[in-house]
């Protein structure tokens, strides 16, 4: 099925690409890793493969749902026209701000030692923002949240980490025994 302009729509080559993936490279599984808003479409795009004998019991085409990345105005990126962040503009941008938010609760730290900070900080920050959402869940992507002190943020977490370390440290016998034999009591079994 070929457009009046010479060009083929998204169910022509992705039908297109069912058949060669099962046809030419006797793939049994296809995973399609792509935004969940795309589920109507690969929906049709498979019942038509599997009509087409293309897909059928022992072949199988799986689309992978994915939340969608918004910016923080809470509208998806256009990753086609170039609207994402680029890592490393991403990082410089999260260091910024962490430098910024560790010299305000902190402004008596040595140049040295808030570089330190706000580049453990902003890392952590980022890796916490990207692996603490589930990947079927849709979310804004916000540097001034990532590396917020308040809320479900990295830096929170690292913030909360040193405090506990600091009273353990104080507290002089740090030696902690977990045993997972322990019986619940059923306040805690009810927790979520």
Not at 38 to 66: C, S, Y
């Amino acid at each position: 099925m070929q457009k009046s302009d010479g060009g083929f729509g998204y169910a022509a080559t992705d039908l297109a690409a069912v058949r060669y993936r099962t046809q030419e490279l006797k793939a049994t599984r296809i995973l399609y890793c792509v935004d969940s808003r795309q589920a109507a479409h690969f929906d049709m795009v498979f019942r038509t493969a599997k009509t087409a004998g293309w897909l059928t019991e022992d072949v199988k085409a799986v689309h992978v749902q994915n939340g969608t990345i918004n910016g923080p105005g809470g509208k998806p990126f256009k990753t086609r026209s170039g609207g994402t962040v680029r890592l490393a503009d991403l990082l410089d941008d999260a260091l910024h701000q962490a430098e910024q938010v560790v010299a305000e609760k902190d402004p008596d730290l040595a140049a040295d030692g808030l570089a330190k900070v706000a580049h453990l900080a902003s890392i952590g920050a980022v890796k916490y923002a990207e692996l603490s959402t589930a990947r079927a869940k849709n979310y804004n992507f916000d540097v001034e949240q990532m590396v917020n002190f308040q809320g479900d943020t990295g830096v929170y977490l690292q913030y909360t980490h040193t405090r506990v370390s600091s009273i353990l440290r104080k507290a002089g016998d740090t030696e902690v025994a977990f045993n997972p034999n322990l019986a619940l009591a059923a306040e805690e079994r009810a927790l979520p």
